[in-house]
């Protein structure tokens, strides 16, 4: 408010001695004033709105001025509220202190202490109301850059991900293609918005849990051994322990944590099966290893797109979702990486 006199002010009595005293007072300090003969009629006036302060007897037929000040403390918390009280009602007075009127005036009254009071009251609401502003734009304020902080910690693993797999030229590109062929699956299944949103995020950032794995088994020319597999099997959840302080999405983690676990069961890191591995994993699970195979490896060349897919065929229903392999075969020529359009023989090798 930018200046106290700006205040609305509304007096509720059954007297009308009293509210037309107080209203002539009221008006002469400059405050806008507005009077009610009962709860209800104050009720009324409250649904309007813009009243900053609420003088009420206490004694009145119907609602007693206490009740009113539960309604007012409830609906409309910003309304500060003065208690005018007989003497004898000092206690009941102190109770509606507690229940969160700001202060009260014994009657017969002093026009003096009433303004006085209303002064108090009106300055306390200011203050009030300034302090919880405040606090709210900190708050945004604290959240905005929380935000901004977790946007620029994620474009940053992003981008170590990315650098990950470009020293090695076998995987350069591929979490890219794996995400695009992935979202592309997402929209012809006609998944969400969000859903395909957080496709996008997990394929960008599937193998980022390589980083705990040594370079050299990672980069082994050759067929691994059991215990270097032990650890690529590792791969999936230290990628979810990575992401999981900026990245609050469950599914997008749990797309991480299941893109290797196969759909009859035996995969890693958890060997579960069917419908138990994400959707978006086991779409993934297809564009990943689609792109792996036509990627070329020290030990062995690109497999053509056609022996890709005989190849995903062949794990139909053990590694893969067969409802996938068909969806991947139907949409092949829409996907991004998939050259058979442009090639219907495709065999390059
Ligand atoms: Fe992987």
Not at 110 to 133: F, G
Not at 176 to 191: D, H, N, Q
Request: one cysteine or more.
């Amino acid at each position: 408010m930018a200046d106290k006199k700006d205040a609305r002010i509304m007096v509720v009595d059954d007297e009308a001695t009293i509210r037309e005293v107080l209203q002539r007072t009221l008006e002469g300090e400059g405050y806008a004033c507005l009077t009610a003969f009962d709860a209800e009629d104050a009720i009324s006036h409250l649904k309007k709105g813009g009243i900053d302060l609420v003088l009420t007897d206490i004694m009145m037929p119907g609602k007693t001025g206490v009740e009113l000040l539960g309604d007012i403390r409830a609906d409309y918390p910003d309304t500060a509220v003065i208690m005018l009280t007989a003497v004898a009602d000092a206690q009941t007075a102190i109770n509606a202190m507690k229940q969160g009127a700001s202060d009260y005036v014994t009657k017969p009254f002093n026009l003096v202490e009433v303004m006085m009071s209303v002064d108090r009251a009106l300055e306390k609401r200011s203050l009030l109301i300034a302090n919880r502003e405040y606090r709210n734009l900190l708050e945004q304020k604290v959240e905005e850059q929380t935000e901004q902080i977790r946007i620029t910690f994620l474009g940053a693993v992003k981008s170590l991900a990315e650098a990950l797999e470009a020293k090695d030229p076998y995987t350069n590109g591929h979490s890219k293609r794996v995400t695009e062929i992935t979202v592309t699956l997402a929209v012809e299944l006609g998944l969400s918005r969000q859903q395909q949103d957080q496709i996008r995020l997990a394929g960008l950032v599937h193998d980022i849990g390589k980083i705990g794995v040594p370079e050299e088994i990672l980069h082994k020319p050759g067929k691994l051994s059991e215990v270097e597999f032990e650890f690529i099997k590792e791969h999936p959840t230290i990628g979810e322990k990575i992401l999981k302080p900026i990245i609050s999405d469950r599914q997008v983690l749990a797309i991480v944590r299941c893109h290797h676990e196969r759909f009859a069961g035996g995969g890693y890191p958890e060997g579960i099966s069917g419908e138990d591995i994400p959707l978006g994993a086991r779409l993934m699970a297809v564009a990943d290893a689609y792109d792996a195979m036509t990627s070329s490896r020290p030990y062995r060349n690109a497999l053509s797109p056609k022996k890709a897919i005989s190849q995903l065929l062949a794990s139909r229903g053990s590694q893969f979702d067969p409802e996938v392999v068909d969806l991947f075969i139907a949409c092949e020529e829409k996907m991004p990486f998939c050259p058979l359009s442009a090639n219907p023989a495709g065999d390059a090798e």
